[in-house]
């Protein structure tokens, strides 16, 4: 089945800094999903990107399905950024599609 | 406000006493799932189903229920729930089988 790896998988910055996020997958998929989990532990929503760049506020994010890779940029980092970030694409098992997700991105942001 | 409510948030509770947990979404979505995250397994499908009456089982649907007897609402039941069922509970909902999806706040059940 498709494999989806996300890197780095932890990753320390002082606030203000800049980050990358990458989430690879071993098949071609028609859409890509972003979430943020919090250190209270919910899940949010960031992106929903099959292809293409979009962005929403400090956050964007860039999926190129030909290459098999989307990139999560978080700019002027705040501690509120901290938490990890998973990637989740679908795969196909027996006819049926439902997500994967990756193993995470944790980040800390530190004051 | 669109969202996913899941009750209760927090439970502690003891081997055998069976407890539900709800989920409701008011997005009018066909697909609603449940997940389990455990530290080390990330998140793991338990049922997901496609439409009301229509259920399946996920990844790990052993020692759960559910139910989907009307559109909003996908409860999950653990009829005698042991310890190896301690974990971060989420109902998600989604407008297709892969589409753009939305998560409850999570429930942390305890099984003493």
């Known amino acids: 089945g498709i494999q989806v790896e996300q890197s780095p998988p932890d990753l320390i910055l002082q606030e203000g800094a800049n980050s990358t996020l990458r989430c690879n997958f071993s098949d071609s998929v028609n859409n890509l999903q972003w979430f943020h989990q919090n250190p209270w532990g919910q899940l949010i929503n960031l992106f929903y990107i099959p292809s293409g760049t979009k962005q929403n506020g400090r956050l964007s994010a860039t999926t190129v399905a030909t290459e098999r890779y989307s990139l999560l940029y978080i700019s002027s980092s705040q501690t509120t950024d901290s938490g990890v970030y998973f990637c989740a694409v679908p795969i196909s098992n027996f006819g049926n599609e439902k997500l994967t997700f990756g193993t995470g991105t944790r980040l800390t942001i530190i004051p | 406000e669109a969202q996913v409510t899941q009750n209760p948030r927090y439970l502690i509770t003891v081997t055998g006493k069976k407890l539900t947990v709800t989920c409701s979404q008011n997005m009018n979505h066909e697909y609603m799932s449940w997940y389990r995250q455990d530290p080390g397994l990330g998140l793991r499908q338990i049922y997901y189903?496609?439409?009301?009456?229509?259920?399946d089982k996920g990844d790990v649907p052993e020692g759960y229920k559910v139910s989907r007897k009307e559109k909003r609402n996908f409860p999950l039941i653990l009829e005698s729930p042991s310890p190896n069922q301690t974990s971060l509970y989420f109902c998600a909902s989604s407008p297709l089988l892969v589409g753009e999806l939305f998560f409850g706040e999570g429930s942390r059940l305890t099984v003493l």
């Open positions: 189903s496609m439409n009301v009456e229509v259920t």
